[in-house]
DNA sequence: GTCTATATTCCGATAGAC
DNA sequence: GTCTATCGGAATATAGAC
């Protein structure tokens, strides 16, 4: 992996971990064992580095709902929530519901980037729903967009309240989300 | 309202718009017309600050969800859902959900009076949700606690999508959350 | 591409006068 | 309870050598 990666792997983690504004450049520079320059040189401003991340985050995501293929809208909808339940393992939240928080201390191109993922993903997720229901192995009296926001929904912030609380609250709902959409 | 409650109105609002490590101490000052040092004397460090707004928001839950009296469940939901609605008008998002998203960057009194609120709400609406199913107002599959955890992370990330796409995602699904669990 | 060194700004926090 | 003044530290960022 290039120094490069290194830094864009390192500091989705970091926001991911504590947040886009409780992070620095010398948290990076001090794991990877470089100096702060160095960082400074692949990323010259810190909104450049968020920008990078997000547009690494979306291309993972196109990649994982469009590159890949599946039998069936069920193996679409479970590699899709596979992304929430792998955060999960790692106690990080998702990069959409963590950078919202702090949505307006973004410079506008972070803003805009954000704005582009989010739109993929529910985008993404609303065709799974609606493949689903179409082949009738999904139920839902929603529409797919409606439904599509109503599942992002619960799993952004699932991992959120885990987080908080602890008491297996991501189980629950990964569960019970599955279970009512099954036909 | 006395200077410490200005101080904790703000600190609220600035963590709800920007997230906590992206306001400082000056903006509260600047805001409120007084001096830096003023703020440090009813909070003296941020983390005081941040447990005093989270013990604050407790009081105003308790409030709202105990000390308020309602005829039925259905009154009693729609009690809990306004405060995100309100959330919504003024583009904030809710203070746990914000908050969650810097939980590892605070100190531990901070993180601890974060998972009481939670705690507190989540409990509060499973109740509110088993009394409506058995008033036969409210219909639902789930256990109350897991579906007082897809109601809550439904209103919390609602706020943060909304945020970030600005496209009725909060009302679609503040909607549909609404008619989903009417019987 | 990485380093040393440094400029600049800002932030949290405190001392002491009023 | 608020002020002036300031300290120490940290963060973003850049210049220039290697």
Redo the contacts between chains.
């Keep these: 992996m290039t120094t490069r990666e290194e830094i864009l792997v390192l500091g989705e983690k970091l926001i991911r971990?504590?947040?886009y504004?409780?992070f620095s450049y010398h948290d990076i520079s001090a794991a990877l064992d470089i100096k702060n320059a160095a960082v400074h040189y692949h990323f010259p401003k810190k909104t450049d580095l968020a920008v990078a991340i997000l547009q690494s985050c979306h291309e993972r995501s196109v990649k994982i709902l469009e590159k890949n293929k599946y039998d069936n809208a069920l193996d679409k909808l479970k590699a899709f929530l596979k992304v929430y339940a792998d955060s999960y393992k790692h106690s990080m939240?998702c990069l959409?519901?963590?950078?919202?928080?702090?949505?307006?201390?973004f410079e506008a191109p972070v803003?805009k980037e954000?704005?582009a993922v989010?739109?993929y993903i529910?985008e993404r997720l609303a065709d799974i729903l609606e493949e689903g229901r179409k082949e009738k192995v999904f139920a839902f009296?929603?529409t797919p967009?409606?439904?599509a926001?109503?599942v992002?929904?619960?799993?952004?912030?699932?991992l959120?309240?885990e987080?908080?609380?602890g008491k297996k609250?991501f189980t629950?709902?990964y569960q019970?989300?599955i279970k009512?959409i099954a036909a």
Tied chains: 1, 2.
Excluded: C, P, Y
Excluded at 96 to 105: C, D, I, K, L, T
């Design positions: 971990l504590k947040g504004n409780a939240v959409v519901g963590g950078m919202a928080a702090e949505f307006h201390s803003q954000l704005k989010v739109q529910t009296k929603e967009r409606t439904k926001l109503l992002v929904t619960n799993m952004i912030a699932a959120q309240l987080r908080i609380m609250e629950d709902i019970a989300v009512d």
